[in-house]
């Protein structure tokens, strides 16, 4: 089955604890991303990844990191996580960049 | 930027047709019309897109009207499982080398009645 997996889907963590939400997907997909979806505030972008080796920053990127070592992979590493990065995050993927994008389940992270 | 006005929320009775309406009178000619859902908290999940004509796939109808600047999903047999919040987004942003972003709005919360 296609799909984008996230893991873990639910996580309580304490200030400064590094963490790292995985995403994978199994479509072949050149294009991943990461969004953060807070109330009121809609779906934004942290991170993009063109391709294996080629991430950028979207619009909210301070705090996080990605890595795109594998086409199916793209983690998302938070060093020093703080509670304003409690959010819901979702990874997608998409064949390549403007194409519909497939989303993964997404992953609740409360930090306190 | 092309924006999208969608109705807050809409009910429609199971096994009747959804449909779900959206203004975007400030599209350009090159951008899609794209319809996601997101049935609550889970990901959002692409239905549909086109740029002028009408679409269908084995998950709804898109209608684009003639002067683009109007749209309609359309689920032809709503069922429960269909309750969700709808976005129609129009606007695909491009930015920097290669940023591709979904510009998502407030959607429309359809409720389908038993």
């Known amino acids: 089955e296609a799909q984008v997996t996230q893991n873990p889907r639910y996580l309580i963590t304490v200030t400064g604890k590094k963490l790292t939400v995985t995403c994978s997907q199994n479509?072949?997909?050149?294009?991943m991303s990461w969004y953060r979806q807070d109330p009121g505030l809609g779906l934004r972008q942290i991170y993009y990844?063109?391709?294996?080796?080629?991430?950028d920053k979207g619009d909210v990127p301070e705090g996080y990191k990605v890595s795109r070592k594998e086409k199916r992979n793209f983690p998302l590493i938070l060093e020093s996580p703080s509670p304003n990065q409690t959010s819901l995050y979702f990874c997608?993927?998409?064949?390549?960049?403007?194409?519909?994008?497939?989303f993964g389940p997404g992953t609740r992270l409360t930090v306190t | 930027d092309a924006k999208t006005t969608q109705p807050t929320s809409m009910d429609c009775a199971e096994g009747r047709a959804a449909n779900l309406p959206c203004n975007h009178s400030?599209?350009?000619?090159?951008?899609?019309v794209y319809w996601y859902r997101q049935i609550h908290s889970q990901g959002p999940q692409y239905i549909i897109h086109?740029?002028?004509n009408n679409e269908t796939n084995e998950m709804a109808s898109l209608i684009i009207t003639e002067d683009r600047k109007s749209s309609t999903l359309i689920l032809p047999h709503a069922t429960l499982r269909d309750t969700a919040v709808y976005y129609c987004?129009?606007?695909?942003?491009?930015?920097?080398?290669?940023?591709?972003?979904?510009?998502f709005g407030k959607g429309t919360k359809l409720s389908v009645i038993p």
């Open positions: 990844s063109m391709n294996v080796e080629v991430t």
């Open positions: 987004i129009v606007r695909v942003t491009y930015s920097g080398a290669g940023s591709y972003q979904l510009t």
């Open positions: 479509m072949n997909h050149e294009y």
């Open positions: 997608a993927s998409s064949l390549s960049r403007g194409r519909e994008q497939y």
């Open positions: 086109g740029l002028k």
């Open positions: 400030t599209i350009s000619g090159n951008e899609y």
